[in-house]
């Protein structure tokens, strides 16, 4: 596993649960030939003393170098660390996954990247069961996951339609491609109603363009 060292006394923020590890806040990454380079691989993250700070997802070709996955050293990143933060993230909107079937409104805003300790996910949920679950990866690690992310989304909305939206300069920053397309079900229409806020509106759900329907 690579083990990245932060420089002497720029641990501070860690050290107060803050989520991003900057390039100029790292001694050195060290790790197997090539791993370095991996985008999104695990790191063990330890002060220039030796001291376990954190596990997290690696970003060689980003200015936010690594993107906390968990401070307890005890917990692993593996396929059951992402169903446990899909499941918690869907749990803390369950009251608004409540209204999704009610005049005011009928989408969600499911997953909120560093707020559900899923740095760099969005997802929005429209339409319910029969809707679409709408995904932008815009970060290394949880693009290196994207495959059992998606499984544990669809599992716990029983939602069937996933589709991924991409935001062009976010990837290109993580040196992530620019891609977007269904990642499960049908892909969505060219316009799909949906109302947000008692507002009756007409979305692209390929861009995320809306207007007032009318």
Known sequence: MLVITIKQGKEKSLLVRQPWIYASAIERVEGKPGENMQLGATALVHSSSGKFLARAAHSPKSEIRARVWTFDQNE??????MKRRVKAAVAARSLA????????????????AEKDDLPGLLVDWYGGRQGYLICEFQAAGVEAWKVPIVKALMAETDCLNVYERSDELIRKGEGLLNVSGVLAGEEPPDETQFTENGVRFALDIKTGKKSKYR
């Open 97 to 112: 996954a409540g209204r999704k079937n009610s005049a005011a409104t009928d989408v969600v805003r499911l997953v909120l």
């Open 76 to 81: 692993a990143v593996d396929h059951a660390f």
